[in-house]
C-alpha cells in the first residue's frame, strides 16, 4: 500500500503561481511513477503532468506543457507540482497518483494509488 497526501492548494490570481506537494508513505520502493491530474467541476479526470520514480522522466499534458514542472525527492517520497503562469481554466481539484507498473503515464486507470485531493482555485 502507498498513501499519498496533497497539500499546497489554494485561490490565486490568473498569471500566479502555486507549488503543489505530494507526501508519498508506505511501499513506494515499489513506484514506478507518480502522476498529477486534475478534475474541474462537471468535467472528466485529465492527466496533468508525471515523473518516472527511479529515473525522473518527465511528461506534460498540452495544456501545461511551458508552464507547469513535476520533480520529485526520492529521499523525502514528495512529488511536487511547480504551477507558474497560472489560468482560470487551471482551477480543478488536483490528485496525486502513484503506479508501480503505468504503461501509460497519461491514463489515470495504469496508477494503483490516490490522494483525497487538494483544491485550486484560479481567479480572473
Known amino acids: 500500500q502507498v498513501r499519498l497526501v496533497e497539500s499546497g492548494g489554494g485561490l490565486m490570481q490568473a498569471g500566479g503561481s502555486l507549488r503543489l506537494s505530494c507526501a508519498a508513505s508506505?511501499?513506494?520502493?515499489?513506484?514506478?511513477?507518480m502522476g498529477w491530474f486534475r478534475q474541474a467541476p462537471g468535467k472528466e479526470r485529465e492527466f496533468v503532468a508525471a515523473i518516472t520514480w527511479r529515473r525522473g522522466w518527465t511528461y506534460f499534458a498540452d495544456s501545461v506543457k511551458g508552464r507547469f514542472t513535476i520533480s520529485r525527492d526520492n529521499v523525502k517520497n514528495m512529488v511536487y507540482l511547480q504551477m507558474n503562469s497560472l489560468k482560470p481554466e487551471d482551477t480543478a481539484v488536483y490528485y496525486c497518483?502513484?503506479?508501480?507498473?503505468?504503461?501509460?503515464?497519461?491514463?489515470?486507470?495504469?496508477?494503483?494509488?490516490w490522494g483525497q485531493g487538494t483544491q485550486v482555485t484560479v481567479s480572473s
Open positions: 508506505g511501499r513506494t520502493f515499489s513506484t514506478y511513477a
Open positions: 497518483a502513484a503506479g508501480s507498473a503505468t504503461q501509460r503515464v497519461g491514463i489515470a486507470s495504469e496508477y494503483d494509488y
